[in-house]
């Protein structure tokens, strides 16, 4: 089974590239940058890695972000994940940036978005691996700095998939960015938005509703409202989960206790993503052989979480097709016989 999922094609699609910054990329690139960090050695960053919560976890990824600062930077942190995502074959990624964390810094959007664009057709070309990009708003900040984020992302719309909504969650419902959302739709982009990680099932609604959005990221929440799993299920509106992040957040004790199999029982869209798998102990493969353990699922729930991460995508037709088509034969020639008579 661990070789089935690591070599499994997959779709990752709920990632965050200043989530990907590894403690030894990040003294690296701090040293080069002369920035000081309250931290010197690999270890002693990794022992700040304890969170009671979304917000705790925050403050320090934050505070880690601050040593990018040139296009090279993000190309290194973007590069270094797409490597790794190559080597688990993820064959397509949809990545999530924070512009506003880096522009509030006075490092230039152009500066940010080149370095990102740049790693990824260097993948593309030189590992196979493709990948979109989102731009996502962070939550506590205002709707005008949201707006002002959109502005200086105009200019590079051909590089940008889609708009997100990320950060605190508790307190900063979707309806309060709604303007901004729909000027990100009237310029073109596709909408998704973080809802029902720490926030409650209404904030899934306002998502769906007011923000329009063709996935909810996380969506764990969902459950506390039967109406609204019977919508996601109607509309097969994709959820992307993260089983290791909502451990480390506290949004479940363990995995054990993570609803994943559930919503997949339940006939939902769900997907198994990394979230920030520099902070949170693993990447996709790790979350999938994490759930696969912990939940007991089969090699036929492996393939229905691969198939959902394409079809998920928002790669066109014939891109998810010919995937698909990759994953039935992976399939028919990985699953054993004898499990595929009688569990597929
Ligand atoms: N930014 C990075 N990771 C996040 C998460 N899990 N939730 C909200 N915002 C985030
Ligand atoms: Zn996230």
Redesign the pocket.
């Known amino acids: 089974m661990k070789s089935f999922i690591r070599n499994i094609p997959k779709a990752e699609l709920h990632i ?1 590239i ?2 990907t910054l590894e403690p030894e990329l990040m003294l690296k690139i701090a040293k080069r940058n002369g920035v000081s960090l309250r931290f010197s050695a690999v270890d002693d960053v990794r022992k700040a890695y304890t969170f009671s919560n ?1 917000p705790s ?2 403050s320090v ?1 934050y505070e880690a972000t601050s040593i990018l600062l040139r296009e090279q930077d993000f190309y290194d942190v973007t590069r270094a994940y797409l490597e790794k995502a190559h080597a688990q074959n993820v064959r397509h990624t949809e990545m ?1 940036f ?1 512009p506003q964390s880096h522009t509030e810094r006075g490092v230039p959007f152009e500066t940010v978005i080149s370095g990102i664009h740049r790693a990824q057709a260097d993948a593309r070309q030189q590992l196979g691996v493709t990948s979109k990009l989102i731009l ?1 708003f962070l939550r506590h900040l205002s709707v005008d700095s949201a707006m002002e984020a959109l502005k200086e992302a105009i200019p590079f719309k051909h590089w940008i998939v889609g708009v997100g909504l ?4 508790a307190g900063y419902p979707p309806e309060k960015f709604i303007r901004v959302f729909e000027k990100s739709l009237a310029e073109g982009f596709l909408t998704v938005a ?1 809802a029902g ?1 720490e926030g409650p099932a209404e904030y899934i609604w306002q998502a769906l509703k007011q923000l329009m959005v063709s996935r909810v990221d ?1 969506g764990v929440r969902c459950t506390e409202d039967a109406h609204l799993v019977q919508t996601l299920k109607a509309r097969q509106t994709p959820l992307t989960v ?1 089983p290791l ?1 909502n451990v480390k ?1 506290r949004v479940f004790d363990d995995i054990a206790g993570s609803n994943l199999k559930q919503l997949l029982d339940l006939g939902l869209c769900v997907t198994v993503n990394s ?2 798998p520099a902070y949170f102990g693993g990447y996709v493969m790790e979350n999938l052989l994490a759930v696969q353990s912990a939940l007991n699922l089969s090699y036929g729930d492996v393939c229905r979480l691969a198939r959902n991460s394409f079809n998920a995508s928002f790669l066109s037709e014939e891109e998810k097709q010919a995937l698909r088509n990759e994953l039935d034969v992976f399939c028919s020639n990985n699953v054993p016989d004898s499990i595929r008579s009688s569990n597929l």
């Open positions: 965050h200043e989530g979304l976890f925050l990824y999530f924070d996502c990320d950060s605190t969650e973080h990680e996380h993260c992040s957040l979230d920030d």
